[in-house]
Every structure is written in structure tokens, then in C-alpha cells.
């Protein structure tokens, strides 16, 4: 485990997998990352890598070949992943592709992820270098957990997501394998709000493609506290929790689950990112709270 601190929040990431695992107010003591009950959901906050969700049949197609990918990719739960570098505010992990990775992922990777406390905001900014000679498909986002409700004295039902910008977007159909179906449906309460409540998750997460906003808001009608996600690097976002759970992720990702008729060929998945031979991409989204 490993923390960094300033005036406004302390922060703990796990090398593991480089796990966000805490964010506390100094201020007032509050939790804001899911802690991991392993009777509801034992994750924190993962890191996914190289694909998002489920592939169909638990794999890809790629240049002729076959290769069995886990779900959400190989860097959470990560063992070999390592601290590089630290500083007074910043933590930053690094995990670099092996012989086992290219059984199940063809090409040649670094993967780091930076953690930067700057007042009351939490940057993660994920670099991904090209190693290999060729070039290098892959998606990319975080699973962040966060506590819902924050306080004793709440429920769930005094919680909402508020978007920045007026919506129109309807979530995808998540079927039961995990892959994404031809369906849309409504969920926004009002043109910015989605309200939490028991059953929302009933049928998986919400998936959007196609949001006007780059900023989410969870908010309560009870308390001051705002724990806002940014995800301008990010074209689509996840929204999830087990049923009936104390938390709500809020995910931001490149790239999405297969659909449903997918043929399988990794060059033809919706969302990869193509990046050239030695080429290194950044992206970063920032966990901001109020109080």
C-alpha cells in the first residue's frame, strides 16, 4: 500500500494491480472509495486493460490466431505491476508486457498509471507505450468504486448522478453473457439527473456512447458532499453497482464490451485505440470532491 497526502485528501493505491484504494477528506474523515466488502463486490477500483468488459467466447480473433483475454484485461489483481516513481503528491506504477502476456495479448505494451493530488482533486493519467514494431490495438479505462451513501444518516435513495449537460442518450443493453445487445433504453429522470435507487442495476450496468457530457456528479439531497468524475479523454462511460449495494462505480472508458454480433476480429472491435510502432498516448481523468 502506498499514500500520498496534502491539505485536502490522502490517498492510498494498491501496487497490486496499482488499485486506487482510499480517498479520505482530511477535512472531515469522510471515505470515499468502496471498501471492498468481499460479500458484495472485493474490488476497489480496477484497471482495465488492454480490453473492456467481455470479449464473446472469452477471447479475439487477431492476424489468424485466437488469444483468451480475461474480462476488463489483465492489469487489475496484476501482481507484476511495480511502483517507478514517487514524489511528495504522486505515485506512478508501471507494467511492461512478458512472455505470459503475449499468450493472451499479441503485442508489446507498457502500461503506467499516474496518481497526482493537486488540492482537492485526484488526476489518473494512464500513458501507454508501443514496444513492438507493429502497430498496437487496445482500450483502456478505470472501474472506481465509490461509497453510496457517504454518511450514517443517508440511504441510497437520497443519491443521484448529475450530468453537466442536458442528455439524451439512452443506455445499451447489457446481456446476460456480459456482451452488449441492439437495445437502447431510457434512464434519465430529467434531462441531467439519474436517480439511484435498489433496483437500478437490476439488469447490469448502464453503458453510454454518445454523451454531450464530459463531467458527472454524484450528489445527495441530504448533504453537502460532491464527488464529481471528469473524463475528457473518454468517449464512453459505464455506470454500475451490484443490486441493492453501499456503492456506485463510475467508469470511464475507451472502448466498450463486444456486442452481441461481433465476428470476433480485434481489428473490427468498436472503441480500440490503434497506436503506431513506438508511439506513446496519455489519457487522464480526474476524481474531484467538494465539501
Known sequence: MHTIKNKFLQVSVKEIGAELCSIKSV????????????????SHAPNLFPVIGCLKDNGF??????YKCPKHGFVRNNENVKLVDRTENSLTFRLVYSEDSLKIYPFKFEFNIKYLLEENKLNVEHIIVNKGDNPMLFSLGGHPGFNCPVNADESYNDYFLEFQEAETAETWRVQKDGLIGKETVPVFDEPKIINLHAHLFDEDALIFKNLNSKKVSLKSRKSKQVLSMIFNDFPYLGIWAKPKADYVCIEPWIGIADSVDTDRNFEAKEGLVLLGSKQSTAAIYTILIEE
Open 27 to 42: 477535512n472531515s474523515g469522510k471515505e470515499y472509495v468502496w471498501q471492498a466488502n468481499p460479500e458484495v463486490w472485493s
Open 61 to 66: 480473433l487477431y492476424n489468424g490466431q485466437e
